[in-house]
């Protein structure tokens, strides 16, 4: 019989590896929250209030008095949890109503909720394609796309990042079966905007079905903040599916699919992400639906918001800083080495800054980076004193991690 090999020894050594490249990843512990300010203990265990820079809460709705008098109140009335999935008895009255808003905000037909977005796009692949089939996707989708494509079982073709020749290419290159091309409409570790228009060109020559994943544009981007696809002037039409994530800009939890109705009707009766698991409590889709309502109509958010962003690539750039080409809420500044990243953040948080250092295999070797996110709840001050405290950083450097 053939030797088994054992597996907590194997864990073991690949631990030991993610150790020695300092790899390791750790949670910190949110004592409380106000805001964009967050207490933390800090490595002696004493609390400290930090400004933070690394969430996705981009309009500043998580906290929002409205969103979380919501949420309260639609617990008092359902409950904790969604009870059962949806199609058993865990569909109410609250989820359609959420529902109804997302579709007509964004202009689709229909609008279908899910537990999260990563199970979101696990739903989407998985109900529409299978063996035989294809889905490209750009080198830097996220990792739930990824994922979904494997779970799929379809083959999987990564295109250069942005590159809608590189995209038409693929898809003329595996003919056969039916095609998705698939990309995030905002890039989660990049915060630049995939060239919706030109893959929307490609997938139409191809006869692939286009879905954009738009968990960082929703509430950020175009008109009423409907997201990088409206920004792009394009619609169901040329997008018929897209993911919309309630955990970011929304400030809450959850994800929609939203577009076509048949499509739409499709995963609802087949997707298994969504058809075996337990429904979104109702009370987060009265807390999603009131985030909604306010991310269409206080157009003050995105205006503060894309303030503070022009103010910190200003500062930044004045202090001798190249941030990456972006103009959303998600404002990298590449590092490299992964040394130099851990070294900037630790020095940012001994200042007052939470800035989390992104490493591979978030990101690509070699392209580790710190990724600066704004919120519409910054102040200009914040913003100021992170520019400050970034140079001091740099300035304080050991001469090895200096550029
Ligand atoms: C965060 C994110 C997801 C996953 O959404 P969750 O609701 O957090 O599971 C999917 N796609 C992209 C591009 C993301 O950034």
Redesign the pocket.
């Known amino acids: 019989m053939a030797e088994r090999e054992d597996l907590r020894a194997r864990l073991a050594a690949q631990r030991a590896e993610r150790e020695a490249r300092d790899r390791l990843r750790v949670r910190r512990t949110v004592l409380r929250r106000d805001g964009v300010r967050c207490e933390l203990a800090d490595a002696d265990g004493s609390p400290r209030w930090l400004v933070n820079f690394c969430g ?1 809460d981009y309009l500043g709705l998580a906290q929002q008095f409205a969103v979380a008098n919501a949420l309260a109140d639609g617990a008092m009335r359902t409950g904790a949890g969604g009870g059962a999935s949806h199609l058993v008895c865990g569909h109410s009255r609250e989820h359609e109503l959420l529902e109804r808003e997302l579709a007509d905000w964004l202009q689709a037909p229909r609008a279908l909720l899910l ?7 696990l739903a989407v692949l998985q109900a529409l394609l299978g063996d035989g089939d294809v889905c490209v996707q750009d080198r830097l ?5 990824i994922d979904a494509a494997l779970l799929a079982g379809c083959r999987l073709r990564r295109y250069p990042h942005a590159d809608a020749g590189g995209a038409m290419r693929q898809l003329r290159a595996a003919p056969g079966g039916a095609a998705m091309l698939a990309t ?6 990049d915060g630049n905007v995939a060239p919706l228009r030109e893959l929307a060109v490609a997938a139409h020559a191809q006869q692939a079905l286009m879905y954009v ?4 544009g929703v509430g950020v981007l175009g008109p009423e903040g409907r997201g990088s696809v409206a920004a792009a002037r394009l619609g169901v039409e040329q997008v018929p599916l897209q ?1 919309v ?4 800009a929304l400030g809450g ?3 929609a699919v939203v577009g076509e109705a048949d499509l739409i009707e499709h995963l609802a009766g087949t997707a298994r992400p969504y058809i075996y698991t337990t429904a979104l409590p109702p009370a987060l889709a009265t807390a999603a639906l009131a985030a909604v309502k306010l991310a269409r109509h206080e157009h003050w958010r995105r205006g503060k918001l894309a303030a503070l962003v022009h103010r910190l690539r200003r500062g930044l750039g004045d202090e001798g800083f190249e941030l990456m080409p972006s103009d959303t809420a998600i404002q990298p500044l590449l590092c490299g080495e992964d040394a130099r990243a851990l070294a900037l953040s630790r020095a940012l948080e001994a200042q007052g800054y939470w800035v989390a250092a992104i490493r591979p295999p978030t990101v690509p070797e070699g392209r580790a980076r710190l990724r600066i996110t704004l919120s519409a709840a910054h102040e200009e001050a914040h913003v100021d004193g992170l520019v400050e405290a970034l140079a001091r950083a740099r300035d304080g450097l050991p001469a090895d991690l200096q550029q």
Do not use: E
Not at 115 to 121: P, W
Not at 245 to 248: E, H, I, R, S, V
């Open positions: 996705n537990g999260s977005g990563y199970m979101a796009n989708n996220h990792a739930s796309l995030d409409g905002v890039f989660s570790m994943d738009d968990a960082h993911l994530t309630l955990g970011k939890c959850g994800a």
